[in-house]
Every structure is written in structure tokens, then in C-alpha cells.
């Protein structure tokens, strides 16, 4: 049996370019949507450019066309869907529902991941407001795509290292604190940090394996689950400086959403499941679920020592 022919859609974004990145090293024949409104956005258009120069084949599509979608569709196996998540109050992850629509109609598509690749939405079903708007948009997606019966693949892949690891999880900046750290409660519930080629590497194996078929892969590598304060740890230790640690109360820390714009109230709810809830951790994969370091012992994934590295 071949590699699957894969088509990403949302290729140029952040997890999207890696998606594309690891399905052409895996060695798929690589497809990614173009999308006409890519105007004069010129960044956009190169990295398309330069894909296709790796071998990608580029296939024009868009979201309101939906004849063009279920044409590109016609030339691939597996649909991996990397649309943003709610930002700037644009609802763009419930634009996915086209997408559905259009994988029913083309009718060969043999495996669907929807975007994901972050929390379980299945798990936070008692998110806050406003934050939990993404989780119920990928919930009313995951509907659609069970109720048309198409074969899925849902990604939980965690914490991404760049939003999480490289600011020792600090909100507002991408960057580890110089002398003060701010502690999330009492800093030990225990999140999973990943670097995302690593989630790249594991959301590709996952598309031809008849293991994951229908099921949640949850990217939960045992060298990577670390409450905050051993992430702490480690940057202390790497960079031989000892920062100033400040814990503030959950109460507090929910406290400053007033103040905050819509993203940050939306980053502050998710931040404060993951750190004050423990949410990532706090429950068994079950039955419908399988952990990808499990199903791919080959993957050397990256330890959070190593990530963080690239910030000394
Ligand atoms: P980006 O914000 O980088 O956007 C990805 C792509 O979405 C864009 O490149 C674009 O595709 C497409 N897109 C945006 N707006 C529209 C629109 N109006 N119509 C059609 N396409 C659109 O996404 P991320 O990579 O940050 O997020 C991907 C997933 O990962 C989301 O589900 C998000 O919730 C999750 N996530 C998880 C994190 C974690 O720590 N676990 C962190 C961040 C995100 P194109 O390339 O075609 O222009
Ligand atoms: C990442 C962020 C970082 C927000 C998920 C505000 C969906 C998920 C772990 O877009 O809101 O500073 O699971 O000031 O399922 C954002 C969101 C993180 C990035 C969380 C995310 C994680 C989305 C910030 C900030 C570094």
C-alpha cells in the first residue's frame, strides 16, 4: 500500500506549514489548498512557492466556492485542516462545516483531521466563557463530521512549546523572563509540552494507521508532562539563573479577565484550565483514545531541556 496522497488546508499557517513539512519528509505526495484570497500577501505566496519547490503540489480552492473544494478534494486520500483558532472573534474554525460538506460530496476521502492539535474539546464541556468558544466550534465540527460518517482522526497535541515552553508559560510574551516568574497557583499541575515538528511528525503517522481510525491521538510523551515549576526548573538550570518565583491564587489570576481584550480573555480561561485545573492530565486516555509516543516508539521526540536551547 502507498503513502496517502494528503491535501493540507491552512498549509501556510503556523502548524499548518509543519504539517506540510512532515507529510513531504514521511514521503506523501503533499497537496495544499491555495486559496484565492491570498491577495498580496506576499509572505503567504512564497512559503506556497517554496513548498511547491519541495514537491508540493499546489491546488486552488476556496471556502465559498464549494465546487472548487470537492475538486480538490477528487485528487487526494486524507484532508488534514490546520484553520485557525478563534483570535479576533472570527469564528474560522466553524468554517470547517464547508469543508465537511464538501468531503461528503467528493465521498473518497479516507481519512479527515480536523484542527485541533490543542486540548481535548470532549474534556471541556465546564470551560469559561469566553474561552471555551473554541472548544464548542470544534465540538459542533466533530458533529458534523460523525453524523456524515466520515473516517477522522481527532489531534490532541497539548501545549505548542512556542506559546508555552520558550516564555516558561508566561502570557504576553514569547520570550523566558529575565529575573521574575510568575507561578500559577502552586505550580505543580501537570501540563504536556511539545515542540511541533514533533506534533507534525505524530499527526502524519497517524493518517494511514488503522489503529487511530475514528479515535483521539492524544500527544502525551512521558518525558513531556512537567508541571510549570519543573519547566522553571530546567531553564534555571540551562541558563544558571535562579529567578525570582511569585505565585498567584487562582481567584487573582481569573480576576485580571476584566481588563483583558477578547483573545486575552480567551487565553486567560484556557491557560487557567491547563494550569490551575490541571485539564491536560487530569484524565485516562480510554477506549477511544490511543497516546502517540505509545503507537510510534520510533519518534525521538524533543524533551523541553532540549527546546529550550534555542532561547539561552
Ligand atoms: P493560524 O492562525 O496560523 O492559521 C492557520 C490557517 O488558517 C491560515 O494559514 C489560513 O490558511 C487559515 N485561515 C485563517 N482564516 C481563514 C479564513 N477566513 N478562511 C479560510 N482559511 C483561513 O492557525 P494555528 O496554526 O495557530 O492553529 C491551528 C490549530 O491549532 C487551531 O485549531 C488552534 O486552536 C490550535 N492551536 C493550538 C495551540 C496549542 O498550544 N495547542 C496553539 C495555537 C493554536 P491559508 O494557509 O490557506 O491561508
Ligand atoms: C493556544 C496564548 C499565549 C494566549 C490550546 C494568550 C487551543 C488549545 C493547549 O493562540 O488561548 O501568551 O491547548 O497572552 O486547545 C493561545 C492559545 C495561547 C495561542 C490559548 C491554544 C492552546 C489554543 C499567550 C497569550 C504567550
Redesign the pocket.
Known sequence: MGKSRILVVGGTGYMGRRIVKGSLAEGHPTYILRRPEIGMDIEKLQVLLEFKRQGAVLVEGSFPDHQSLVEALKQVDVVVCTMS?V?FRTHNLLMQLKLVDAIKEAGNIKRFLPS????D?AQ?MHALEP?RV??DE?MTVRKAIEAANIPRTYI?????GG??VG?L??????LPPKDKVLIYGDGNAKAVFMGEDDIATYTIKSVDDPRTLNKTVYIRPPGNILSQRELVQIWENLSGNTLEKTSISGQDFLALMKDADF??Q??????YH?FYDGC?TSFEIGEDGEEASRLYLEVQYKRMDEYLKLYL
Open positions: 483558532g483570535h485541533e492539535f490543542g486540548m474539546p471541556m474561552g473554541t472548544f470544534k490532541s497535541a497539548n501545549c505548542f506559546y508555552f516564555n508559560s508566561q502570557m504576553g510574551t514569547l483573545a486575552g480567551v487565553g486567560l480561561g484556557h491557560f491547563i491536560l
